[in-house]
């Protein structure tokens, strides 16, 4: 089993929906998380960190569920440029700077 | 900031041959990775350093790959014999864990092995 499991999608929506991702992780150890964006033939980029307390940037919202072992990616009022790979990220423990990635969920926003 | 820089963009060789992939970090970076994506897999973690050292290289896949980081400023991924199923882009990243743990990417290399 994979440490960071996604839904590799795709997800098609209209602009202006609202869509989530899910991601589980199975190492209980790990003590941060991540999404990356990464589009087309480009380099992954870090999109926001994920805090067990919730993290909310404009109109992307990350949560932490320990006690599932999940994280989810909320895209509100989705626009045409938020179209992506999503890419979930563990790091695997706490003296560890070993940062797992998920394949990515991919996103399609269509006018 | 130049940001990580790899080379080079793309390689394009015949199986059997020796590959070498380059990568420098973000000047001031203590920790750099070497990544391969591929669609199958996905971005697989293959070695990381911390300060030049090898830390974990459980994700290399077997004794054809190497990696060296000489310095704080340089790291070398090699491939050698490279076989068709090498055929991938492999990322270098830098960060430094603190303040935040943001890893910087290169643009990658496309290896292709024929």
């Known amino acids: 089993r994979k440490e960071v499991e996604q839904d590799p999608g795709p997800f098609n929506v209209p602009e202006g929906a609202t869509v989530a991702f899910n991601c589980t992780y199975s190492n209980s150890a790990s003590q941060s998380f991540f999404w990356y964006r990464q589009d087309c033939r480009k380099e992954p980029k870090l999109l926001m960190s994920v805090y067990s307390s919730g993290n909310e940037d404009g109109r992307f919202t990350a949560q932490l569920n320990r006690a599932s072992q999940y994280i989810s990616l909320l895209i509100r009022d989705s626009k045409l440029s938020d179209s992506a790979t999503y890419l979930c990220?563990?790091?695997?423990?706490?003296?560890?700077?070993?940062?797992?990635f998920g394949t990515g969920t991919r996103l399609q926003v269509f006018p | 900031d130049a940001g990580v820089i790899q080379s080079p963009r793309h390689e394009v060789t015949e199986m059997g041959q020796e590959v070498t992939l380059r990568c420098k970090p973000i000047s001031g970076h203590n920790s750099l990775f070497w990544y391969r994506q591929t669609m199958m897999r996905g971005l697989e973690l293959l070695i990381y350093f911390n300060n030049n050292v090898p830390i974990d290289d459980s994700g290399m896949p077997e004794d054809r790959f190497s990696a060296k980081m000489p310095n704080a400023s340089f790291s070398t991924l090699k491939i050698q014999p490279s076989e068709p199923r090498d055929s991938a882009v492999y990322f270098c990243?830098?960060?430094?864990?603190?303040?935040?743990?943001?890893?910087?990417f290169g643009s990658g290399t496309q290896l292709s092995v024929l």
């Open positions: 990220v563990s790091r695997s423990g706490y003296n560890t700077d070993k940062l797992i």
């Open positions: 990243a830098s960060t430094s864990r603190y303040p935040n743990e943001k890893l910087f």
